[in-house]
């Protein structure tokens, strides 16, 4: 017992940014705790931090990179020869076809990757083409393209003062498995208990009684993707009740009367009956907000991953302002984190790359410097000038992640050469011609760049490498930097993150405190910055220095809302439910399932059905059944329950794990079933461009 020792880092699994605290002899790993001395989560721990000592001994981790042979066999390949093929491949199809010939692909792990955070820009501009994807239009696109319309930048994110507020309405949201995506906050449950031991309440609205509904004062069902409907109709009642509050920002904004001429075409007696919600519920829920202390309205993944999901983070915002809770303890607050990305991606007088291109195929626009990962295959199979021959795809699954990814996966197939950089031989990575292994997870150091720009505190932290990696392994952005070398041709650089990181903090807006990566090395626990201040003034970067109320771009969107709701047409009855998606606690997105700790037990891969309908269709609870939509169809079990509304289905998403070419034992035995084999690729928030998982018209059948 002597020899036992403690390493304190964060989990970066997750945005929760959790404390941990590692008990461990040698490489033997005893225990994975909260570290209760972080001061943003507290000591609190969620059960995926365990499968970090899982993922750094699973036997199916690739260590060394491996190429595929002619004969389809994968066979060891040394870094040297590797990067050599790598950047002959990728120059030969640039020069015969074309910069933008070859697409890169960044999958979600790269934001919890302190590395890759650094380089990936470098990499991006290094491989010259305008091709680039990622999970972000799986996920989050809508938040940023509403805050660059309306603050002037993609990452000036407003965050709920959670630990504030004293009422939350929660839209599409589940942070109690979540721990608050797109609002890093560990232990939420303990945080949403607080609020309502001092008072506060908690409404949730969302089409499934969620974990977090459980634990609220109020849930109310609402019909997939009318989301922006019920904003509208909470606006619309503020305005028509005097209830109207613009505090300190009234001066700061523009387009207020734009607001109140665009809402007359909205009336909340006609938008009832088409969210399911009643007239006097709408109008006491918008009233018991204006008139709290504080309040913040948090719309997620059900409200961005749908066909107005920048509607929706639009009029979310809009509700926080009129209300008097934006920018003010307890509403919508914006944090000053310590390696502030503002200041190294400033955009105040620059052009906006909001539609600087449309994509080839489906004319979608261009934002971030990247296309809608749902027209990536179209990009691949169809062919003409500009059409991608080759890929980099770096520590992303899409084919299990992307909407309708059997076709994707078939579009990997009919590329000239792909790479991967994964720790796995996945559904993904199978279709490369070369797969470049990282070290991960306990071998790295860690400091978030991106989820602290998302955190209800403002905390700072980095964490050493636990143990080190092994002599012929490599760190994501060791790997990163030499492709950027090989792409280019030119000399490898010899930067660090940490050089970066060191840089950023010791020059930033926390200078005056000594901040230093020594300063934070020598406090492993974290470091507390305090709670969010008011400081979106100081922060806009738009070009009048003002707050853009009602930007065009989402006025002019709510036409299509309109003619989607409004227009008396009926809905076909080939598919006559909606499908929504779930978040499980022990699962991140594809991440988790070689943990065995973390897919053991109860079969959680299910469609929920309710039971009225079960009934009608005549299905029993446990019974496999069949859900066909236009792209797909699956076969999964069923789970009756009244948790979800009536014509309402539900599938997590994140599995389907096992296919052909895939060799990890544990994610075979326990596979799931993909929802994204339902999911169809032309389904688009066509203002974001972001895919609309939520709302699919699925069709469910026994097949006794």
């Given at each position: 017992m002597a020899d036992l020792k403690k390493h304190y880092r964060t989990c970066n699994l997750c945005e929760a940014m959790c404390g941990i605290e590692i008990t461990y002899e040698g490489t033997e790993i005893k225990s994975i705790k909260g570290d209760p001395k972080d001061p943003l989560s507290e000591g609190h721990i969620c059960p995926k931090a365990v499968a970090l000592q899982d993922i750094y001994h699973d036997p199916d981790r690739l260590k060394t990179p491996i190429k595929k042979s002619e004969?389809?066999?994968?066979?060891p390949i040394s870094w040297e020869?590797?990067?050599?093929?790598?950047?002959?491949?990728?120059?030969?199809?640039?020069?015969?076809?074309?910069?933008?010939?070859v697409g890169s692909y960044l999958g979600n792990p790269n934001a919890h990757n302190f590395g890759n955070g650094v380089f990936l820009p470098l990499y991006l501009r290094a491989l010259g083409t305008y091709n680039r994807y990622s999970s972000a239009s799986a996920d989050q696109l809508p938040h940023h393209v509403a805050s660059n319309f309306m603050f002037g930048h993609g990452m000036?994110?407003?965050?709920?003062?959670?630990d504030r507020t004293d009422f939350m309405i929660i839209i599409g949201g589940n942070p109690m498995v979540s721990n608050g995506s797109m609002m890093t906050a560990p232990n939420v449950s303990k945080r949403l208990k607080r609020i309502?031991?001092?008072?506060?309440?908690?409404?949730?609205?969302?089409?499934?009684?969620?974990?977090?509904?459980?634990?609220?004062?109020?849930?109310?069902?609402?019909?997939?993707?009318?989301?922006?409907?019920?904003?509208?109709?909470?606006?619309?009642?503020?305005?028509?009740?005097?209830?109207?509050?613009?505090?300190?920002?009234?001066?700061?904004?523009?387009?207020?009367?734009?607001?109140?001429?665009?809402?007359?075409?909205?009336?909340?007696?006609?938008?009832?009956?088409?969210v399911g919600i009643s007239v006097g519920k709408i109008e006491d829920l918008a009233i018991r907000f204006a008139n709290a202390p504080s309040a913040v309205c948090y719309s997620r993944m059900g409200a961005s991953t749908q066909t107005f999901?920048?509607?929706?983070?639009?009029?979310?915002?809009?509700?926080?302002?009129?209300?008097?809770?934006?920018?003010?303890?307890?509403?919508?607050?914006?944090?000053?984190?310590?390696f502030d990305l503002l200041k190294i991606t400033n955009k105040k007088g620059k052009k906006d790359s909001y539609g600087r291109f449309r994509s080839r195929v489906r004319n979608l626009p261009y934002y971030n410097s990247e296309f809608p990962?749902?027209?990536?295959?179209?990009?691949?199979?169809?062919?003409?000038?500009g059409q991608i021959k080759a890929m980099i795809c770096i520590a992303g699954n899409p084919v299990l992640s992307?909407?309708?990814?059997?076709?994707?996966?078939?579009?990997?197939?009919?590329?000239?050469?792909?790479?991967?950089?994964?720790?796995?031989?996945?559904?993904?990575?199978?279709?490369?011609?070369?797969?470049?292994?990282?070290a991960t997870g306990l071998e790295i150091p860690h400091y978030d760049i991106f989820f602290n720009a998302l955190s209800v505190k403002n905390t700072v932290k980095y964490s050493t490498p636990l143990f080190g990696k092994k002599e012929n392994q490599k760190y994501d952005w060791e790997i990163v930097r030499k492709l950027i070398s090989v792409i280019t041709d030119q000399p490898e650089s010899e930067m660090t993150p940490e050089q970066f990181l060191d840089s950023m903090l010791q020059t930033g807006i926390y200078a005056d405190k000594g901040l230093s990566l020594k300063m934070l090395k020598e406090n492993p626990h974290g470091i507390d910055l305090g709670a969010l201040q008011p400081c979106l003034i100081s922060r806009l970067q738009t070009n009048d220095d003002k707050i853009q109320l009602a930007p065009q771009l989402f006025v002019d969107d709510l036409e299509r809302l309109k003619s989607t709701f409004f227009s008396g047409k009926k809905s076909e009855n080939e598919f006559p439910f909606q499908m929504i998606g779930r978040r499980l606690l022990r699962s991140h997105n594809t991440w988790m399932h070689n943990a065995y700790r973390l897919v053991?037990?109860?079969?959680?891969?299910?469609?929920?059905?309710?039971?009225?309908?079960?009934?009608?269709?005549?299905?029993?609870?446990?019974?496999?059944?069949?859900?066909?939509?236009?792209?797909?169809?699956?076969?999964?079990?069923?789970?009756?329950?009244?948790?979800?509304?009536?014509?309402?289905?539900?599938?997590?998403?994140?599995?389907?794990?096992?296919?052909?070419?895939?060799?990890?034992?544990?994610?075979?035995?326990?596979?799931?079933?993909?929802?994204?084999?339902?999911?169809?690729?032309?389904?688009?928030?066509?203002l974001t461009g972001n895919a609309a998982f939520n709302g699919v018209g699925v069709r469910v059948e026994s097949i006794i």
């Open positions: 004969n389809g066999k994968w066979e020869a590797a990067f050599q093929e790598i950047g002959t491949k990728i120059r030969s199809i640039q020069q015969e076809f074309g910069k933008n010939a000036i994110v407003p965050i709920p003062d959670i309502q031991q001092r008072g506060g309440k908690i409404v949730v609205v969302d089409p499934r009684r969620t974990e977090t509904a459980r634990k609220a004062d109020e849930h109310i069902f609402i019909r997939p993707e009318r989301d922006a409907l019920l904003l509208l109709g909470l606006i619309k009642t503020i305005q028509s009740k005097g209830l109207v509050n613009l505090r300190h920002l009234e001066s700061d904004l523009i387009g207020f009367e734009k607001l109140e001429e665009i809402t007359k075409d909205f009336s909340v007696k006609e938008i009832a009956p088409i999901g920048g509607l929706c983070q639009w009029l979310t915002n809009v509700l926080n302002i009129i209300t008097g809770n934006f920018d003010r303890a307890g509403g919508a607050m914006f944090t000053q984190p310590a990962v749902a027209t990536l295959a179209d990009e691949i199979l169809t062919e003409g000038e992307s909407p309708n990814g059997e076709r994707l996966a078939e579009a990997f197939d009919e590329l000239d050469f792909m790479v991967s950089v994964d720790i796995y031989l996945n559904e993904t990575s199978r279709h490369a011609d070369i797969i470049l292994p990282a053991k037990g109860r079969n959680e891969c299910t469609l929920i059905l309710n039971p009225k309908d079960a009934e009608a269709l005549q299905i029993q609870n446990g019974e496999t059944v069949k859900v066909t939509s236009k792209v797909g169809s699956i076969e999964i079990e069923t789970q009756v329950s009244d948790e979800i509304m009536e014509g309402v289905v539900s599938i997590p998403q994140g599995w389907g794990h096992g296919r052909k070419g895939v060799k990890m034992k544990i994610a075979q035995e326990h596979a799931g079933i993909s929802i994204n084999d339902l999911t169809d690729h032309e389904r688009i928030d066509e």
